[in-house]
Nanobody, 116 residues
Framework: QVQLAESGGGLVQAGGSLRLSCAAS????????MGWYRQAPGKQRELVAR???????NYADSVKGRFTISRDNAKNTLYLQMNSLKPEDTGVYFC??????????WGQGTQVTVSS
């Protein structure tokens, strides 16, 4: 089992910044991908940014140039630095870890609200 605990969400004005953290614990082995997803009210969960394999990353087009994913392997923590936030970035942000077997794990999510 892998436990993921997100933190860092909150209410921010448009143009502001937030940094999300995801602390991973448990059996953190054979993880092939780790990243951030978000779900806005009434919409499907979507990829925001993720690491694939060692260092490869991919980002949703809507966040490129504004968001940066990073990690601290010593602390087993994943981060998402979000700058120039827009109201459409509002949603619940979830951390995800995917094993090579295809088994995935989700955190409980953290709410991000961007006011206009």
């Amino acid at each position: 089992q892998v436990q993921l605990a997100e933190s860092g969400g909150g209410l921010v004005q448009a143009g502001g910044s937030l940094r999300l953290s995801c602390a991973a614990s448990g059996s953190i082995v054979n993880i092939v991908a780790m990243g951030w997803y978000r779900q806005a009210p009434g919409k499907q969960r979507e990829l925001v940014a993720r690491f694939i394999g060692g260092t490869s990353t991919n980002y949703a087009d809507s966040v490129k140039g504004r968001f940066t994913i990073s990690r601290d392997n010593a602390k087993n923590t994943l981060y998402l630095q979000m700058n120039s936030l827009k109201p459409e970035d509002t949603g619940v942000y979830f951390c995800n870890a995917l094993r090579t077997s295809g088994l995935g794990y989700w955190g409980q999510g953290t709410q991000v609200t961007v006011s206009s």
